[in-house]
């Protein structure tokens, strides 16, 4: 659960008297914000195209794994689309790419010195080796958190490790690390593989990166139902010989070029300042991805549709950005980040706004911004001003492995929305039930309505409270917010202790 931080003294302000020429007064440009709400409101609830954008790609394209020709399908898809709208500054960032691809992939389960092999249905996680034949005994790390590696750390070198993908009856207060994270701790304590277990019942697989970088490891990692790890760990138990398991894949990796689609609407005021609004066009390829990231991509993609539609003009230029490779490593998003740093514009980019999975959202984050709660706040309440329905529930804790990321590493301040899906639509994250027949119309509509609110405040205010922080305020923002820890693990911390 994230922490939520008020400031106490204005939050009872707006308590007490939080009308809207009392939030005019603190933000003179609240009562246009207020207009222009009003406006972007009724416009997206009678002529939002998210919807129905979405479920036509979802069929005209089908998946969007990057480097495939669905892929490349699907860029056309955004740009054309945005065309449409009636942008005229559009284009293409190529970014190279170690594009990988699943081929064969076999897990069988023998007790030592035995022949009594069970085959289990398993799929590979991503960016695992072109060619694997492992065996070796199977030690369960349970949870796969730091504690439980550590404490397995003189049983592991040569052996395959069990991990759940998830927690199972976690402790109090324990996070959970990415599967890559889990990974990289295997491979750390020299597991020879890794096999993952989801904790969704009904025999669903789930795919995904396991490499920290979106470059190949060396060792196989993947992924088996709940139901087939239950099995495993009930017969681990009954034998009294330990258990092997046997891993055969073969997969396919190779240089390809992806593009990130960017539409620009110049700023008024001032044009040589960004908000960077962006989302992962990008998805796996046992499904159609509406979830993961089709709500985020397309509902950007109805925001360009929003601002073009009503004309509007904020002071500030936005750019719309559907990023690829971000399933297999933020690649299109580190591959935007390395140019704007090149090119000396990165200090251009007040704030970077990222939709991943976002649905229906019920406030906004400040992502450990507390100079920027206040202002967010007073945005939130005249979002709520308009749309009474809109719950602004503030929230100020920063997260990884999104879009966001590369931006936030660089002192990029960033914003996000609380939304929140249901427990059946979770249980499909990047599972081969991931499809349009998920996705709820109207609070995609909500998604869209709601973060061209934010985005138009963030575009068009006279000042934005947070700017870009210095390398060292980066890392004590980072350590303040609890990244350190999975960073280094993932080998993206580069200050020296």
Partial sequence: MARTFYVPRFRLVLLCIGTASTLTA??????????????????VIEHSRAYETLADASQRVGHRLTGSPNGARAEA???????????????????????????????AIVPNKSDNFRDVPVVALAHSPVEAHVQGEIVDVGNGLEGDFAALKNKLKGKVALVNIGLAAPTQGARNLHR???????????????IMVNLVAGNVLLTGTASVTGKLIPIPSVCISLESGQALRAWMQEEHEKLHAQIHMTNTSRKIRARNVVATLRGSTYPDEKIIVGGH?????????????????????????????LKLKPKRTVEFVLFMGEEQGLLGSRAMVEKLKKSGELDKVRYMMNLDMTNDPTGLNAFGHSDMVSFLNTIGETMKDVEPAFPNQMENQAGLHSDHQPFMLEGVPVVGMNGHLSREVLDCYHANCDRINLVNASQLKNTVRYSSMLL??????????????????????????????????????RWKE
Avoid: C
């Fill in 26 to 43: 603190f933000y003179p440009g609240t009562l246009s914000f207020r207009k222009a709400f009003t406006r972007i409101n009724t416009e």
């Fill in 77 to 107: 898809y955004a740009f054309n689309l945005l065309s449409s709208y009636g942008f005229k500054e559009i284009r293409y960032e190529p970014f190279e790419v170690e594009s990988w691809m699943r081929d064969t992939v076999t897990l």
């Fill in 180 to 194: 890559s994270e889990k990974t990289a701790l295997a491979i750390q304590y020299g597991a020879t593989g890794v």
């Fill in 281 to 309: 066009l990008d998805s796996w390829d046992l499904a159609t991805g509406a979830i993961d990231n089709g709500i985020g991509s397309f509902a950007i993609m109805d925001i360009a549709r929003t601002f073009k539609a």
């Fill in 456 to 493: 138009y405040a963030l575009a068009d205010a006279d000042d934005i409270p947070a700017h870009r922080q210095t390398d060292t305020q980066t890392r004590d923002y980072l350590v303040a917010q609890g990244l350190r820890t999975p960073l280094q693990i993932a080998n993206e911390w």
